[in-house]
């Protein structure tokens, strides 16, 4: 079975409508992923395969559970999820945000050659980066522990926005959350091909 193959059967088990053309930008964007890996050392999968489950299908299974309109992915390294998001959901807004030039300037020229429009990429430390708009829905995969990820992120929540943390078994995280932040939804995914626990923690400020 071909590396696009999988990303095809993986879609079709997560129960997704992703457009063979989408699909086609999506292992595009793998390719390109890892040319740049050569140089950056963007991620440490190596594998078309290992990357389709690890990068593509991973990111994908959080879907049916985001809500529309303008999200934030924070700590986007090399896209994952903020840039896979934007090529299955074009009418939704995202701003792909990291502090590592190399890993922006990737995410910026992917975005170029793969035709992206819905995405804006920053460079700039969350803490202090302060948009004229805020967020409708914040989301993290690698950036911190929860309780981090929703207090760096506080100020560019819009009201009635919510986080979704992406995680493996995120309860330990969870009992330290700070005051005024409460979990609404624990969702237990099944990423097809990922040998490991995937949650998606979804929060909101009260």
Request: some cysteine.
């Amino acid at each position: 079975m071909t590396a696009a193959e999988k990303l095809a059967d993986g879609i079709a088990d997560l129960g997704l409508a992703i457009t063979p053309d989408v699909q086609h930008k999506l292992m595009a964007y793998l390719a390109l992923l890892q040319k740049w890996n050569k140089t950056y050392n963007l991620t440490a999968i190596r594998s078309t395969e290992a990357a389709v489950s690890n990068h593509l299908l991973d990111s994908l299974a959080v879907l049916p559970h985001l809500w529309p309109k303008r999200w934030l992915d924070v700590g986007a390294g090399a896209g994952l999820p903020g840039l896979v998001l934007a090529l299955a959901r074009p009418e939704w807004e995202f701003t792909l945000l990291d502090s590592n030039s190399k890993k922006t300037g990737f995410m910026q020229q992917a975005a170029i050659e793969l035709g992206v429009a819905n995405v804006t990429v920053c460079c700039a430390r969350v803490e202090e980066w302060q948009p004229a708009e805020k967020f409708d829905g914040i989301i993290s995969r690698a950036f911190a522990k929860t309780a981090d990820f929703v207090s760096l992120t506080r100020h560019l929540l819009a009201p009635g926005g919510r986080w979704a943390a992406m995680k493996g078994e995120p309860e330990q995280e969870l009992a330290a959350l700070p005051p005024g932040v409460e979990v609404e939804q624990l969702v237990h995914l099944q990423v097809p091909e990922l040998g490991a626990a995937r949650s998606l923690v979804i929060l909101k400020a009260i």
